[in-house]
């Protein structure tokens, strides 16, 4: 099978004008394989996928690192005020008075995130400092207020706890991400393989071409003698010209076609510009004995259809819980203890330092909505229902997909080798054909029909090589799985770190 079609594809282009010839590049001929593997390391598609799923690589890195405790510093460097400015006197009576201050300050601390609460802990320690600028009335004053140490906890009653919901939610899209990611490979690989193989059909319909245009060039040069010698009219020698011409012209469209095949696989696969590119077909093709049962098991298992879905569903769960929160009872509490103490002396600050609470407790409750909290509640509860039902659709859509990508690799398994003995059948039949017309047992009208036949025969054995890696990739893409290895395919890029 696979024989037939190098000899006939070698033959062919050897028979290619000597311009053409001389073009033969002097670097390796490229293997499918091979410009799969350049799409997927520097090709632009690649490049476009490996930049989503760093994004979510570091998103999800950024969300991780903020549930580690957080070092934070703040301060106020200068808040000055000089001015007159209205003083509420200790007998309640207020008094414009001329002011000129400035205040200034730093805290520095730890924070903590506690996920089984939603809430969040810190200690920090903070000094403050008030200068009062001489005027008329006042002298200069300076004061310190330093608080050593300051433990704060923050916490939320009854709401829902949106660091837990928020990490299930992060975890999944990253997930969706890496799935993704392998997804977006397998299209790659699906892409190169469709643009390989466009690359060889066009140079073997410009090898055809070629190899036609020797054929009728010769017949001409025939039926010229032949009508020169009464042995045929005029007619079928005009036909034999035509057929010459449109041979001629057809390399010509045949040449066109290729260069343009070979562009558009340069560019898939970022191939260097200015060097030559040749390509050579696989020798043999994997044979996948694959079991739909299997596929659509694996399918549902690694594709980033079914993380989707398990994502959508969180969103949607969430959304409910928030909806009911806002219809009852919640509360948030503040609440801190430490120490603190204030002297004008930075030193005497931090001396004998005097006890320090704080406590806030807020609390809200709906009484009268009108039917709003329900009607959100109802609202979200429908969302929740329509992500189901979506997610079931595109899981059975998943599923389906599967099953029949792997039949459909089969049949491209059998057409495969029916199209190579098709092409070794209607090659012998234009040579039986070509040299039964130059004894003159057959007319040109059955030459001809022979040699459309070879013509098809030689494209149909080319499409079939492409039907069939491309189904074999898209099946990979759909089951995110190696047949052939028997094991889930990976991130190679992780593997090499």
Same mark, same amino acid.
């Given at each position: ?238 036909? !034999?010209?035509? @057929? ?5 012209? +057809?390399?010509?469209?045949? *040449? &066109?076609?290729?260069? $343009?095949?070979? /562009? ?114 109802? !609202?979200?509860? @429908? ?5 189901? +039902?979506?997610?079931?659709? *595109? &899981?059975?859509?998943? $599923?389906?997909? /599967? ?95």
């Amino acid at each position: 099978m696979r024989r037939y079609s190098l000899i006939l594809c070698t033959a062919a282009l050897s028979s290619l004008p000597a311009a053409v010839s001389a073009q033969a590049p002097a670097a390796p001929p490229l293997t499918l394989q091979a410009a799969i593997d350049m799409a997927q390391q520097n090709g632009p598609l690649a490049d476009v996928a490996r930049n989503s799923r760093d994004a979510a690589r570091l998103r999800n890195d950024a969300f991780n690192a903020r549930l580690l405790p957080q070092l934070f510093l703040s301060g106020n460097a200068a808040n000055l005020n000089r001015g007159i400015n209205p003083i509420t006197l200790p007998d309640g009576s207020t008094q414009f008075i001329g002011q000129a201050q400035n205040q200034s300050s730093l805290q520095a601390g730890f924070s903590q995130a506690i996920p089984l609460t939603g809430g969040t802990i810190s200690v920090s320690s903070m000094i403050s400092r008030i200068d009062q600028f001489a005027t008329s009335a006042t002298p200069y004053d300076r004061r310190y207020q330093t608080s050593p140490v300051v433990i704060g906890i923050q916490q939320d009653l009854f709401k829902p706890r949106n660091i837990v919901w928020n990490r299930r939610a992060q975890s999944l899209a990253a997930s969706v991400a890496e799935r993704g990611y392998l997804e977006a490979r397998e299209d790659v690989a699906a892409s190169v393989a469709d643009a390989f193989f466009n690359l060889y059909a066009q140079e073997m319909a410009l090898a055809n071409a070629t190899a036609n245009v020797v054929v009728n060039d010769t017949l001409y040069t025939l039926n010229k003698g032949r009508f020169e010698v009464g042995k045929i009219g005029e007619n079928d020698l005009l036909k !034999s010209e035509l @057929a010459l011409l449109r041979a001629r012209a +057809a390399v010509d469209d045949a *040449r &066109l076609a290729r260069d $343009r095949a070979e /562009a558009s696989l340069r560019r898939i696969i970022a191939y260097p510009e200015g060097q030559p590119l040749t390509i050579v077909t696989p020798d043999e093709i994997p044979v996948v004995n694959a079991d739909p049962a299997v596929a659509v098991e694996q399918a549902v298992k690694n594709s980033s259809v079914t993380e989707q879905a398990a994502f959508d569903k969180v969103a949607a769960q969430r959304a409910i819980v928030e909806a009911k929160s806002s219809n009852r009872l919640t509360a948030s509490i503040q609440a801190s203890v430490g120490f603190n103490q204030t002297s004008s002396d930075l030193g005497q600050s931090y001396q004998s330092p005097l006890s320090k609470q704080s406590l806030a407790v807020g609390v809200t409750m709906p009484m009268i909505q009108w039917g709003a909290g329900k009607a959100e509640v109802q !609202s979200a509860i @429908a969302d929740a229902d329509r992500a189901t +039902a979506n997610n079931e659709i *595109r &899981l059975d859509a998943l $599923r389906e997909d /599967a099953k029949f990508s792997v039949l459909q690799l089969q049949q491209a398994q059998r057409n495969i080798a029916l199209a190579a003995k098709a092409d070794t059948v209607a090659g012998k039949q234009f040579e039986v054909a070509r040299n039964r017309y130059i004894i003159g047992k057959i007319s040109n009208t059955d030459l001809y029909s022979a040699q459309d036949q070879k013509d098809q025969a030689v494209l149909s054995y080319v499409q079939a090589l492409r039907s069939y890696w491309t189904a074999y990739y898209h099946l990979r893409r759909v089951t995110l799985y190696d047949f052939v290895a028997q094991k889930p395919l990976t991130d190679t890029e992780e593997v090499d770190r």
